[in-house]
């Protein structure tokens, strides 16, 4: 990590004030409070150690960090928890630098109920990356059954958006005047378009091709058979 990033960590998560992080000391983080959302730190990948984390359902708490201008790359924790009681975070909502947002393959359950909220993210919630202009490419986990709306939205960078093989339902998650990839990966089912703020007028979409016919005939979906 670079030197300010270091330095953010050691002040805000040694415990044993000698100067250096164990993953311990990052398991031992429950909370982001406020103020990862004016840190200055860039790469953040030992964020995925942070497996302690909780989500509460009280403001400030479990927005981690929206408008962080200084994040240029994250990896979250395998039990990372972005929604307590289904309401909206926008966990990186207007992060303008971060280009690159790390999921596990598959979410696991966080059984953390210091928060009082406990279970496996299945959900990605409205707006979590709305305003990230610099994102370049996500791809996120397998276990996402369901996307909120302008989930990608205003990401003029944004050339790829890889669904996993678990979604189900989706909103409109990037802006009606995207023109990157989107890529759907569930192979047994077509994916259920909840159609809200319009569709990309040009973006490319890829599905199975076992379900190809299927998605020219579906409802929200046909409009958009020709990509």
Known sequence: ESATTKAFIVDNLDLDNDGEISVAEMKALTHTGTIYKTANINKFNEFKYCTGLYAKNQTGWNSYFNGNTHLTEITLPKNFLCSAYGATTESFKNCTALEYCHFPENFVENTNNTGGYTGIQTQIPDDFFNGCSSMKRVR???????????????CAALTTVILGTGSTTMQSIVSNTWTGDLVILNPNAVVTYELSYGQPAA????????????????????TVAAR
């Open 203 to 222: 973006a490319n979409i890829y599905v199975p091709d076992a379900l190809y016919t299927q998605y020219k005939n579906a409802t929200n979906w046909s």
């Open 140 to 154: 996120f986990p397998n276990n996402i059954t369901k996307y909120g709306n302008l989930v990608c939205y205003n």
